[in-house]
């Protein structure tokens, strides 16, 4: 099994990027996808999830108008497109699948927001 997210960077405050996780080894359309974050000194927090065939959607509140969850169960991978980003969204971001009762974990991908 593998997650494999990229995309990370840096970027300035205001600016976008575009999140990539590639799944393989189990059925990814079976899946809830769902991306995290982590920031430095801070717990882990929910940014997005998406059903398997991505027909519902979950948006953390304090960045739903800036973030968006996407599928492709054909490619294997789901994306993260953030926007309007700012230094506090600096974090490092994982991807997380979960599927017939196991917990799959990518390696995480640094997301540096400069002021």
């Known amino acids: 099994v593998q997650l494999v997210e990229s995309g990370g960077g840096w970027v300035q405050s205001g600016g976008s990027l575009r999140l990539s996780c590639a799944a393989s080894?189990?059925?990814?359309?079976?899946?809830?996808m769902i991306w995290y974050r982590r920031a430095p000194e801070k717990e882990r927090e929910l940014v997005a999830r998406?059903?398997?065939?991505?027909?519902?959607?979950y948006y953390a509140d304090s960045m739903k108008s800036r973030v968006t969850i996407s599928r492709g169960n054909a490619k294997n991978a789901v994306l993260l497109e953030r926007n309007s980003l700012k230094p506090e969204d600096t974090a490092v971001y994982y991807c997380?699948?979960?599927?017939?009762?196991?917990?799959?974990w990518g390696q995480g991908t640094q997301v540096t927001v400069s002021s």
């Open positions: 080894g189990f059925t990814f359309s079976s899946s809830v």
């Open positions: 998406i059903s398997s065939f991505g027909s519902s959607v």
């Open positions: 997380n699948a979960r599927t017939q009762g196991y917990n799959y």
